[in-house]
């Protein structure tokens, strides 16, 4: 098992350390460039696989069971404590003076792992009816690694992990429009002290900010009480970072998020939310090499002359949120396959039981995940509990398949909890 989980950690290092840039700047896992139809194609036919890569993909990893439960959409859902990761401006709608949730995910169960995990650690206080204050810590381990060199000889054993903390103010600006502010530090520990290719790996440090906004409105829809509510956030817009000395840093997953939700009051027992997200990664698209085929052409991937550097890799952190919408190697239509979707249905008898489906899905050259999940919620009094259980529906393995994970919400202010 523990070589397992070195092979695992070296593939994390691969990516994090801009390693695989070199793949994508000699054309790509194998994509050749068609001159006829002037597109990069697979081996086989098709379009291209170009997957986008960051460093510190934890911070996009989905952290409480009612998202979780919903497909991963959360922006525009009710507030509780754990709107902090997706839209922080919802805070302060939040019906609720005070909250806190806590949640464990363990990960890559199904492959036997027992000490690879993420906890979660949110919670929220209102100041009035216009304020809003909330605070998070995300933490994730890898559990114990034996590290080995290329001979198999022990090097020791560590214990990487990675953490996030976040701080949100959220206020109203009407009464059916909120907005959010919430910077964050974050810190991955990989192999710090270890040395891949002769190169010395250090802690990577970083920091960032979300921005968010909530718009919701009650909606006449027959003689059923309704409320819509849609939010947008672009979330982990920060600094680049690093895992050595080098100059040249690694994008973390800033990303563009909008979302809605339709809530339906059927009478004093049923209720239901019918909730959608769209996300996009606000980080460049790997180049392809146009000439990759040929030695004796230039490589279009490197025109600044920097050897084995990828343009894009150099870009700062605004042009590369600013050239994500338009920078993909097959223009517009590579663009849209960029977005992923989330679709999430919650059914609540009597505000104290819940029923929850959702679906994901991304395109299959852009990560191809695919999956449904289920959930259940309960509440009572000032305790509430919520599960989740993801379904694959691809032979791709996910690292949450088949478990399942919870989280524990507590009110404080002496209230119950509302509808989420």
């Known amino acids: 098992m523990n070589r397992l989980k070195i092979r695992l ?24 460039f068609n001159a006829e139809t002037t597109e990069f194609e697979a081996p086989g036919g098709g379009p291209c696989v170009n997957t986008l890569i960051t460093a510190v993909p934890f911070l996009r990893i989905i952290p409480d069971a009612r998202a979780g439960a919903l497909g991963d959409a959360g922006i525009a859902t009710s507030a509780d404590a754990n709107s902090i990761h997706f839209n922080a401006s919802k805070l302060v709608t939040a019906e609720q003076d005070m909250a806190v949730s806590v949640t464990y995910t363990p990960w890559l169960k199904a492959l036997g792992l027992q000490d690879v995990y993420m906890a979660y650690l949110s919670g929220y206080k209102k100041f009035g009816d216009l304020q809003a204050l909330g605070v998070s810590l995300r933490y994730f381990s890898l559990g114990e690694i034996n590290f080995t060199d290329n001979q198999g000889t022990s090097l020791g054993t560590g214990n990487p992990n990675e953490f996030e903390i976040t701080l949100a103010y959220s206020r109203k600006l009407s009464e059916k429009l909120s907005v959010a502010v919430a910077p964050k530090f974050i810190y991955s520990n990989l192999a710090a002290g270890q040395l891949v290719n002769n190169v010395e790996i250090r802690p990577g440090v970083a920091g960032g900010a979300d921005f968010s906004l909530t718009y919701e409105t009650p909606i006449n829809f027959t003689a059923k009480e309704s409320n819509l509510r849609v939010g947008a956030a672009v979330s982990n817009l920060g600094t680049k970072i690093s895992y050595t000395n080098s100059i040249n840093k690694d994008f973390i997953p800033a990303n563009l998020g909008i979302g809605a939700a339709w809530e339906f009051q059927f009478d004093d027992f049923n209720a239901l939310t019918i909730t959608t997200d769209i996300n996009k990664l606000l980080v460049p698209t790997p180049c392809l090499n146009e000439n990759a085929g040929d ?31 338009s920078d993909a190697p097959d223009g517009f239509s590579e663009e849209l396959r960029e977005l992923s979707y989330s679709l999430g249905l919650e059914y609540w008898y009597d505000q104290q039981f819940a029923v929850r489906a959702g679906y994901y899905t991304e395109h299959s050259t852009k990560g191809n995940r695919k999956f449904f999940t289920v959930g259940l919620g309960l509440k009572y009094n000032v305790f509430g509990l919520n599960f989740s259980y993801l379904v694959p529906t691809t032979n791709q393995r996910n690292p949450l398949d088949n478990t399942l994970r919870f989280s524990l919400l507590f009110d404080f202010a002496g209230g119950e909890f509302d509808e989420e």
């Not at 070296?10 to 790509?28: E, P, Y």
């Open 9 to 32: 950690l070296f593939a994390v290092l691969v990516l994090v350390a801009g390693f695989t840039n070199n793949i994508n700047a000699q054309g790509g896992f194998g994509c050749v």
């Open 295 to 325: 030695p004796t052409l230039p490589n279009n991937c490197d025109q600044s002359g920097v050897q084995g550097i990828p343009d894009y890799r150099e870009q700062s952190m605004f042009s590369g949120v600013l050239g994500s919408f």
